[in-house]
């Protein structure tokens, strides 16, 4: 949306805005633009280290040889970022007191972050879903099985011939795709292993009993996300020249490929199910919606001056932030229009004004812009 729609070069991310929210949008105090955080703090967030933009220019790169984020095709711009183009001086300067620390690498701080994020989307993620009755022993025991059932014949199958809704074949693409962009530490052995132990533990274990939410139950669920957030925090090793795909601090070989098995159940059977895509689809609606409606509103030159004064305030910020990007990164801006610093400043304003949103005022907002409220005051009051 942000790209297509409004336009944007770098587009919306969520590693990128969460930067921005740091350095720019939020301010404590007397500090006129960001939280005043110190160097350390800051490149602690910088997950994907680079712009999505400064990747086009790089040409053809083997996918083991691309940091993890970047994405298969880095022509096309990288996937994941953690800065947009507007904060790529503070992102440098910010990673200015790391020499020690190679191009494209994370810091310390921020490994440990990452690692950490991956426990808990591995472990909790799969706690929860249970606990909600989402997770069922029969169709993720049916998967596990299969594959390690018919793992030999998957070999032969070229990837076309792959039927995501045949038991077993989601795995082996999963397992197709570890080879293909991580060969430095992607292991048949090492992945099978991985799947009999999480096939034990957690289907045979956890699945095989429904939640019920009795004593029984919650010390059952209690007791695996304990020992297995103990497992791969003890698996925790460091490495002083880690490969461009790796990093200082991570897992244990080992560990790294329970945690892909772990991911796999959480997006195979419960992020790819129907219900959830239905809701998903119809946020994007009204993100894209407020997104127009906004848009429309601020191009409106009877009406603009009555848009919210939050996002008004906003416009005229990030449009003096485009035009300092301007003098100094001239080259970004040798195809635009004489518009364009005001078309951009504009546009990031609208992505930031509608990142702000919690669902609830989002879908309360939506509807005052479509015209589908009867609530004026309560909905409209402090935007």
């Known amino acids: 949306m942000a790209r297509n729609m409004l336009g944007l070069p770098d587009g919306f991310e969520g590693n990128a805005q969460s930067f921005r929210i740091l350095t720019a949008l939020d301010s404590r105090g007397a500090t006129p633009r960001g939280m005043n955080l110190t160097r350390a703090v800051r490149a602690a ?15 053809p790169i083997a996918p083991e040889l ?12 990288a996937m994941k ?5 507007i904060e790529a001086a503070e992102m440098a300067d910010v990673l200015s007191v790391f020499p020690g620390i190679a191009q494209y690498q994370q810091t310390l701080e921020c490994s440990v972050m990452d690692i950490a994020d991956d426990i808990a989307y591995a472990v909790h993620d799969l706690d929860d879903f249970y606990r909600a009755g989402i997770l069922q022993y029969t169709s993720v025991s049916a998967e596990l099985r299969a ?8 070999k032969i199958l070229k990837t076309s011939e792959l039927d995501q809704r045949q038991p077993g074949h989601a795995l082996e693409l999963t397992w197709r795709r570890l080879v293909a962009k991580d060969p430095w530490i992607a292991n048949p052995d090492a992945f ?6 999480v096939g034990h533990d957690l289907v045979d274990g956890l699945l095989a009993v429904p939640y019920d939410g009795g004593l029984q139950a919650d010390r059952a669920v209690t007791a695996f996300t304990r020992r297995w957030i103990d497992r791969l925090q003890e698996s925790v090793t460091v490495d002083r020249t880690p490969i461009v795909r790796g990093g200082h601090i991570r897992l244990s070989d080992e560990a790294w490929h329970d945690v892909v098995v772990l991911k796999f159940v959480h997006s195979r059977f419960v992020l790819d199910r129907s219900d959830l895509a239905v809701y998903q689809r119809g946020q994007t609606r009204i993100i894209r919606s407020l997104a127009e409606g906004f848009s429309t509103w601020l191009n409106d030159p009877d009406d603009a001056g009555r848009a919210p004064r939050r996002l008004l305030d906003s416009v005229e910020a990030t449009t003096e932030e485009y035009r300092q990007l301007r003098e100094t990164t001239p080259e970004l801006f040798s195809q635009a229009g004489p518009n364009e610093i005001q078309r951009l400043g504009q546009a990031r304003a609208i992505v930031d004004y509608i990142a702000s949103f919690t669902d609830a005022q989002a879908v309360s907002l939506n509807s005052l812009l479509t015209g589908t409220s009867d609530s004026l005051w309560e909905a409209g009051r402090g935007l």
């Open 66 to 77: 691309l940091p993890r984020g970047v994405g298969t095709d880095p022509a096309a711009g």
């Open 81 to 85: 970022y953690s800065a947009y183009d």
């Open 192 to 197: 099978r292993d991985s799947v009999r132990r």
């Open 147 to 154: 594959w390690l059932e018919h793992a030999v014949a998957f």
């Open 45 to 59: 967030v910088l997950k994907y280290p680079w712009t999505r933009n400064e990747w086009r220019s790089k040409g």
